[in-house]
């Protein structure tokens, strides 16, 4: 079956540490990764995207790699500060899919603490 | 600001009454709108893809005489849930596809139905 898995629901880290959230997936075809941040009530933001022939992306304090052969995601925040906690959310538009249309993993909660 | 807007961010309804949320693309036009339905830490599941000009495509288990959507504009789409019960509380998100040289997905803030 189709499945995306973050890695872990919820994780915990220091201001000023890194920050890695992983995503998995299984019987997709990806065309493109992205990943979004989601506050509490709201709606997902979209914080960046990669496409299945690209290795990373940076932007600012993020980074991203993509990795088709293992099927996995890394997303990095680096210098990680309290006003980075939320949840963020993978997803996967898919080739042949409607475009525009996403598959999205369950999230996983960051919290930074000071 | 924001690109999509969706309307009522918050909505309270009796049971076996409907509602209607809409969805709508503020700066550019959407062939394709998304609605999508997320229950307390889940992940967002795609209830339909919206059409401009044609009938919304649903996803599998999704009842489409339940939520009738209509996307009767390049800018506007609307979710109707008919005959709301408890169960229907969720919160409902939308999405529009901008099409061009670089193609974007942007999401709408969401709407929160509670039906009592």
């Known amino acids: 079956s189709q499945k995306i898995e973050q890695n872990s629901e919820a994780l915990n880290i220091q201001e000023g540490k890194t920050a890695t959230l992983t995503c998995n997936y299984t019987?997709?075809?990806?065309?493109?990764l992205q990943w979004y941040r989601q506050d509490p009530g709201r709606g997902p933001v979209f914080l960046l995207l990669i496409r299945e022939n690209e290795k990373e992306k940076r932007k600012e304090r993020l980074k991203v790699t993509f990795d088709t052969t293992l099927k996995q995601s890394l997303f990095h925040i680096t210098a990680s500060q309290p006003a980075d906690s939320a949840t963020y959310l993978c997803?996967?538009?898919?080739?042949?899919?409607?475009?525009?249309?996403?598959?999205f993993g369950r999230g996983t909660q960051l919290t930074v603490w000071p | 600001g924001a690109v999509v807007s969706q309307h009522p961010s918050r909505v309270i309804c009796k049971s076996g009454t409907s509602v209607k949320i809409e969805c709508r693309s503020l700066d550019f036009q959407a062939t394709t709108m998304f609605w999508y339905r997320q229950f307390p830490k889940q992940s967002l599941m795609l209830m339909a893809t919206?059409?401009?000009?044609?009938?919304?495509?649903?996803e599998q288990g999704v009842e489409k005489d339940k939520f009738l959507i209509n996307h009767a504009s390049l800018t506007l789409s609307t979710l109707t849930v008919t005959s709301a019960h408890p169960e229907d509380s969720s919160f409902y998100i939308c999405s529009a596809f901008r099409q061009g040289v670089r193609n974007t997905i942007y999401f709408g803030e969401g709407s929160w139905l509670t039906v009592v």
């Open positions: 019987n997709y075809s990806p065309a493109y």
């Open positions: 919206s059409n401009e000009g044609s009938k919304a495509t649903y």
């Open positions: 997803a996967l538009e898919v080739v042949g899919s409607t475009l525009g249309r996403l598959y």
